[in-house]
């Protein structure tokens, strides 16, 4: 099976589900971005595309152990040959013959390069780090608002069902009024765990690449900018396609002789596009994160904003009856409201919006206990 076919199996799994108990920037988190990072991993897979991950020119004859040897032990560049003119002092950037004859002072500006064998499995960690915080509200949230929701979609019900439904979930809000608190303190846990997945992975990619991932996007869009003549490309010196690599071997005499190989990585052809795809969604994903984690914080800190938010997603229902509700409920229940909005036909949530407003109405007069929750409580 051809890693194209792989890919193609992943769109599956970008369907967005019967019932919604997320935000779609969480969707985003732990959807888009593991397909991303799964479909880079399963594409740097595909030799049939790129060929061998390593084809090194030398004048040893056993071309495929020094193929191996280099691919095992880390090929190199000299960083200061980077900005030398190509075919006239350097072979390519980053490769060139030595300016002394003193290894030790040579050695000194090698620049290393093994990351190439980790990519793959490097990439497929970072998608299990994505799927992390969707792993652990699945198990948080038990299946609550499906249950919740089941039977009530926007599709064509007999009306007796939706009538006992209907009266399932209002009986069940009136009596588990303000105790669902943990339900949405849970959710916006994993958003902000997600947050900081995406800033640590940032972080994490920076070390594995030789701490040259945090200024890589901005050196990209600097590069594009640059005269031809001045600019050497930022992605060559992250991601050479060719490096030089030494191979020591016993003489005919028995005396160790040193081969030079001047090596080609043609997967950091699509490294580096990988790498700049995921500096920049990266990094647009850590601000929709962050802007949604401040909104949770209004959300929280200001009550007045819930009506409106949830009025804004469903204007079936009077804003009046959002207030009437909001006002005499905890964050959790209108956490629970607001999402179940998203999941049933919106004449049937006007329908149980209305009838709920009056049963929580009555609920706290006939209990002392329910006396009218204050706007300004969480």
């Not at 926007?154 to 009136?174: G, H, Q």
């Not at 050196?219 to 030089?244: H, L």
Request: proline share 4%; aromatic share 14%; hydrophobic share 45%.
């Amino acid at each position: 099976m051809s890693a194209i076919a792989y890919i193609g199996g992943l769109k599956a799994y970008l369907s967005r589900g019967e019932c919604i108990n997320e935000s779609s920037v969480f969707r985003l988190h732990y959807q888009f971005t593991v397909v991303l990072l799964l479909g880079a991993s399963i594409l740097l897979t595909a030799a049939e595309f790129f060929g061998a991950p390593i084809n090194c020119i030398t004048s040893v004859p056993q071309q495929n152990v020094i193929n191996t040897y280099c691919w095992i032990h880390s090929t190199f560049t000299i960083q200061d040959y980077y900005l030398r003119e190509r075919g006239k002092q350097v072979a390519q950037p980053g490769v060139g013959a030595p300016d002394s004859y003193n290894e030790e002072e040579v050695e000194k500006n090698w620049r290393f390069h093994n990351y190439y064998q980790w990519v793959v499995f490097f990439l497929f960690f970072q998608a299990a780090l994505c799927y992390i915080p969707k792993f652990i509200w699945n198990n948080a949230e038990g299946g609550l608002m499906e249950t919740i929701a089941k039977g009530l979609q926007p599709v064509l019900y007999k009306e007796d069902d939706v009538s006992a439904r209907k009266n399932v979930i209002i009986e069940y809000i009136v009596k588990h009024i303000r105790m669902h608190n943990a339900y949405v303190f849970k959710y916006w846990l994993c958003e902000l765990l997600s947050f900081v997945n995406i800033v640590g992975q940032l972080f994490l990619i920076d070390k594995f690449l030789g701490n040259a991932f945090l200024t890589y996007g901005p050196r990209v869009v600097e590069y594009t900018e640059m005269d031809q003549e001045e600019r050497v490309d930022p992605m060559i010196f992250v991601f050479p396609r060719m490096t030089k690599c030494h191979f020591h071997k016993f003489g005919s005499s028995g005396t160790i002789e040193r081969a030079d190989a001047f090596c080609l990585l043609p997967l950091n052809i699509l490294n580096e596009k990988v790498f700049i795809t995921i500096w920049f969604w990266y990094v647009i994903l850590a601000c929709l994160l962050g802007g949604i984690l401040l909104y949770r914080v209004a959300l929280f800190v200001v009550p007045g904003l819930r009506p409106r938010a949830m009025h804004k997603h469903n204007k079936a229902v009077p804003i009046e009856t959002i207030e009437a509700i909001v006002n005499k409920t905890s964050i959790g229940d209108w956490w629970i409201l607001y999402v179940l909005s998203s999941n049933i036909d919106p004449l049937i949530y006007r329908d149980i919006m209305t009838r709920l407003s009056k049963e929580i109405e009555t609920a706290n007069s006939n209990n002392a206990y329910n006396a009218p929750y204050s706007s300004s409580s969480v």
